[in-house]
């Protein structure tokens, strides 16, 4: 049983965790409906660094901080350079890249926090999002996870982040593994499925091979058994294993559609 479901608020689509919202983790993963961008990026563009106009992008960030009584300024954005680099953001940070890329955290692709009111937002069109919640010390992060930053272990650095800024334990926190480009369609070259081999030996069935020596790669599963490996819970982990490629009518992908796209949102916040 999904423990994921689509929700719409003020014409917004996106998905959510039922079980996080009523706890007061608003965490959700856009999807194409509900903006006001048009052409390639119709309609909800969330991303500024795509070739969409951005007054249009700002109201489509706008929109959605609205439908958790929130400001655009709430939010916190970081560069998402493929790497692993964590940074722990504060009420200091709020509106950081929200409004202007180059305002946005620099050589980071994941953020922690414990502040409420403080909305962290990342983006996406085929990556995989990982989202963090700790329940019992009250702490959340985002991970974007593509191929180089699965490779850098991007995940288990947020959590190493999150247990030594907050007390995190591995067994008490909670992940949702987000949409993404699924297995169906994350074809690879034969030189990158040795080097996956070769960093997680310890992992199993992510690379799938085809007759025409090609391979595919399964990032969810990857993330997912790698945090498994640190000791946290299969029962705490929920994925969607919705495919971005395969299902362009909802979601955005830079692989199907020729990287000419937009950009779905991650948003994660704790309520006050």
Not at 127 to 133: A, D, E, G, I, L
Not at 230 to 254: K, M, N, P, W
Request: proline share 3%; charged share 20%; hydrophobic share 40%.
């Amino acid at each position: 049983m999904n423990r994921w479901n689509f929700i719409t608020r003020n014409n917004i689509q996106f998905l959510s965790l039922q079980e996080w919202l009523k706890e007061g983790v608003n965490a959700v993963f856009t999807t194409r409906q509900g903006g006001v961008s048009d052409g390639v990026y119709n309609s909800l563009n969330m991303g500024l660094h795509v070739e969409d106009r951005k007054d249009l992008v700002l109201e489509n960030r706008r929109r959605l901080l609205a439908a958790f009584d929130a400001q655009l300024d709430n939010a916190v954005c970081c560069q998402q350079v493929h790497g692993n680099i964590v940074t722990r953001v504060e009420q200091s940070d709020r509106g950081r890249g929200a409004r202007q890329l180059e305002e946005a955290i620099p050589n980071s692709d994941a953020m922690i926090t414990n502040n409420p009111g403080v909305y962290l937002l990342s983006f996406y069109a085929d990556c995989v999002p990982v989202y963090f919640y700790d329940p019992v010390n009250r702490a959340i992060g985002i991970a974007h996870c593509g191929w180089k930053g699965t490779m850098g272990r991007i995940a288990l650095h947020v959590l190493a982040a999150m247990q030594k800024e907050y007390g995190t334990y591995a067994h008490e926190v909670q992940i949702f593994i987000g949409p993404g480009i699924g297995p169906c369609c994350f074809q690879i070259q034969p030189d990158l499925a040795l080097k996956v081999n070769a960093e997680f030996p310890s992992l199993h069935d992510i690379i799938t091979y085809n007759d025409n020596k090609s391979s595919n790669w399964n990032l969810q599963a990857t993330n997912r058994q790698l945090l498994l490996e640190v000791g946290v819970q299969a029962s705490h982990i929920s994925t969607c294993e919705l495919c971005t490629a395969c299902r362009t009518d909802i979601f955005y992908s830079h692989r199907r559609e020729n990287g000419k796209t937009g950009r779905m949102g991650a948003l994660i916040g704790l309520e006050y």
